[in-house]
C-alpha cells in the first residue's frame, strides 16, 4: 500500500508530507519513462517521517525499493535496492527505525533500531 504518484496532481495525495518532498517524488516520478508498459513507472510513497526521510516503490513493474532522505538541504534517493536492507547502509545515512524495522547483517536478518 501506498500513495502512488505519476503526475504533478497525485502530489497533493501526498498529505503530511512537505512541499519539498512533494516536488521531489513528482520530478522523480515524472523522470521514469515505460513506454513500452504504460501502466507501470511512477513512485509509490509507503512511509514519511519529518525528519526527513521517507520510503517506498521506484517504477511498480520490475522496479525497486527506495529510501529517500534530505540531506546537504535537498531530498534524494539514499539507497535502492531489490535485496533486504542492509543494517551497515541504514546506519551510514541515519535512516530512523520509524522508517524502517528489519535489515541485514552479513546473512543474519535482524530488528533495525536505529
Known sequence: ?????RKPE???KLT???AEFKAFV???ALSI??????????ITVQKYDPAGFA???VDECGGYAAIWGKKDGRWK???GTQDA???TELHKFGVPPTIVDKCVSGNVQRSYTG
Open 1 to 5: 500500500m501506498g500513495v502512488e504518484v
Open 10 to 12: 497525485d502530489a497533493a
Open 16 to 18: 503530511g508530507t512537505s
Open 26 to 28: 513528482v520530478k522523480s
Open 33 to 42: 519513462e515505460r513506454p513500452d508498459a504504460p501502466n507501470c513507472g511512477g
Open 55 to 57: 520510503i517506498g516503490g
Open 77 to 79: 534517493e539514499l539507497i
Open 85 to 87: 536492507w542492509s543494517c
